[in-house]
């Protein structure tokens, strides 16, 4: 009976953000970042070999849906599957289950490429350690090194040109206080994906090349808040790293405005509930949605002002 691998892993929401690449092919940053992982959202995936000479391609489904060979999502799974097939002749079978929107700003590609990966170790019996799961992974999506891992996740930027040296690794800390809330302004795709959304970032925004030393500092003041359990610090810092990121975005030409009125509206009622003394702060990604960093403590303060948020316990699941 023909093999199957399968793999599952979840979608993690960057504290301290990926933006630009220094090598476009290998997913190589010019920043190191930092996340956290939500279990209970993700991906699962089960990759088997085609053994049919008829079969030409590769058959791909998202969510029980076989995809055109034409569509782009199936095209990147097959153009990643490039690295791994045994002679040109030999194609895949992959099914997608994501329980996240696609595209919708969730980094469904994170869990996508490292579910992926997972399931390729898994058919080929690799047993491949976590740095070299997270390197391969790096190759399909950049954010995909990062979502391994539960909990928090480094990504180191690396320096080499090869790109050995630029992997994720999981920062060993439980928070169990620690929640994230999903504010969902819009699910519909993105107009400018995250990959060609960072390149237009780093070819035109003067702005821009500010950003690699803030975002390696603010890496650093994370996970030092995250070592001393410093909310405030982290919530901060992981606020004004998402709109440093935005402003790039915003001053690049054609400008990149992922951001809808109620994103907006949201923004200000944060602000307004943090000078009524709530510890909240927001991230956001390349989509119009909100993420919000809170303690436990103030869940019952923060699902009174937002009605259809859906709060996520990353260290008690
Ligand atoms: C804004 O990992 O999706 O979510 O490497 O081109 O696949 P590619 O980009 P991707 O970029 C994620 C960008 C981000 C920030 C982050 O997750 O760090």
């Given at each position: 009976k023909n093999k199957i691998g399968s793999g599952s892993a979840p979608v993690n929401i960057a504290l301290s953000k990926y933006w630009g690449k220094r090598d476009a092919t290998l997913n190589l940053p010019t920043n190191g970042s930092l996340s956290i992982s939500l279990p209970g959202l993700g991906t699962k995936t089960q990759i088997e070999r085609l053994e049919s000479q008829n079969q030409q391609t590769d058959l791909v489904s998202l969510n029980g849906q076989r995809l055109d060979q034409d569509n782009a999502f199936a095209k990147r799974v097959s153009q990643f599957l490039n690295y791994f097939r045994e002679t040109p002749q030999t194609f895949f079978k992959v099914d997608t289950e994501n329980s996240v929107p696609t595209a919708a700003g969730l980094a469904s590609s994170a869990s996508g490429y490292a579910a992926l990966v997972l399931a390729l170790n898994d058919l080929f019996a690799w047993n491949l350690d976590n740095k070299s799961l997270s390197l391969l992974a790096r190759l399909g999506s950049?954010?995909?090194?990062?979502?391994?891992?539960?909990g928090f996740a480094l990504w180191h930027q690396g320096q080499q040109a090869d790109g050995l040296d630029s992997y994720a690794e999981a920062i060993d800390t439980t928070w169990p206080e620690f929640c994230v809330g999903l504010l969902e302004i819009d699910v519909k795709q993105k107009p400018v994906s995250s990959t060609q959304g960072m390149q237009n970032t780093v070819e035109?925004?003067?702005?821009?090349?500010?950003w690699p030393q803030q975002a390696n500092q603010d890496m650093q003041t994370i996970l030092q808040a995250i070592k001393d359990h410093d909310f405030a610090t982290l919530g901060k810092t992981a606020e004004h790293n998402a709109l440093t990121m935005h402003a790039t975005m915003i001053a690049t030409w054609p400008p990149i405005v992922y951001w809808q009125p109620e994103s907006v509206e949201a923004m200000h009622k944060i602000w307004r509930l943090r000078e009524q003394g709530v510890a909240v702060y927001f991230t956001m990604d390349a989509g119009p949605n909100l993420k919000l960093l809170f303690l436990e403590t103030e869940k019952p303060a923060i699902l009174q002002a937002f009605k259809q948020i859906k709060i996520l316990e990353p260290f008690k699941s």
């Open positions: 950049g954010s995909a090194s990062r979502s391994l891992f539960n035109t925004c003067a702005l821009y090349q500010a």
